[in-house]
């Protein structure tokens, strides 16, 4: 099946890290040889990102790569992670529990009207973790556990879709109910 629209998607989870000294894969989905990515990971400060921090590449040989500065390095606590891409626009954002984090480290914009690959045939979506021309890198799986996953194709959605803060302050999941395209 066709992506409803390969220029944007959203993709919402829940994350409960275990250990914070590595690079982990949260997903990732690529063809090999370089002809195109997705990736959502939890930068370590090996490429001299914050420890814990959220790196987003996309596109052929990563086009774009984008860092959050903010580390999420708190092994007790479980996060939800919103996180969005339109180029159409261009614009991605990531939201951890409902809040946007907009002191994004840009290390190369996203190009306008760039396909993204996550939602196209042929391409191997992993998640938990990358694989790379088919094959499982298990030196860079997550950590820890990813639940309450939900992959929105054609539509760049908020994290009010997913997830709201209760009366008491506390970040809960709700039930989405909108579509999930056609892929």
């Known amino acids: 099946t ?3 629209n390969s ?8 994350t409960k890290r275990a250990e914070i000294d590595i690079y982990q894969y949260i997903y990732s989905s690529n063809q090999g040889g370089g002809d195109g990515i997705d990736e959502l990971a939890f930068a370590n400060t090996t490429y001299s990102d914050p420890l814990g921090s959220i790196k987003m590449a996309y596109g052929a040989g ?3 790569l984008e860092t959050t500065k903010a580390g999420y390095r708190d092994c007790s606590s479980w996060y939800h ?5 339109d180029s159409t626009i261009p614009k991605e954002s990531v939201f951890i529990n409902g809040v946007l984090q907009d002191e994004i480290t840009i290390h190369t914009p996203i190009a306008q009207n760039i396909d993204t690959v996550i939602t196209q045939n042929g ?3 992993t998640i938990g973790g990358r694989a790379s021309a088919g094959e ?7 950590r820890g556990a990813i639940s309450e996953l939900h992959l929105i194709d ?10 709201l803060e ?3 302050g506390v970040y809960n999941p709700i039930r989405y109910t909108g579509t999930y395209g056609t892929n």
Do not use: M, R
Request: glycine share 10%; hydrophobic share 30%.
């Open 123 to 125: 391409y191997t979506l």
């Open 2 to 4: 066709a992506p409803t």
């Open 166 to 168: 209760d009366s008491k």
């Open 62 to 64: 990563s086009t774009g």
């Open 7 to 14: 220029k944007k998607y959203t993709i919402s989870f829940w």
């Open 81 to 85: 992670v919103c996180y969005h891409f």
């Open 136 to 142: 499982p890198d298990t030196g860079s799986t997550v």
């Open 154 to 163: 054609g539509q760049a959605l908020g994290p009010e879709n997913f997830a």
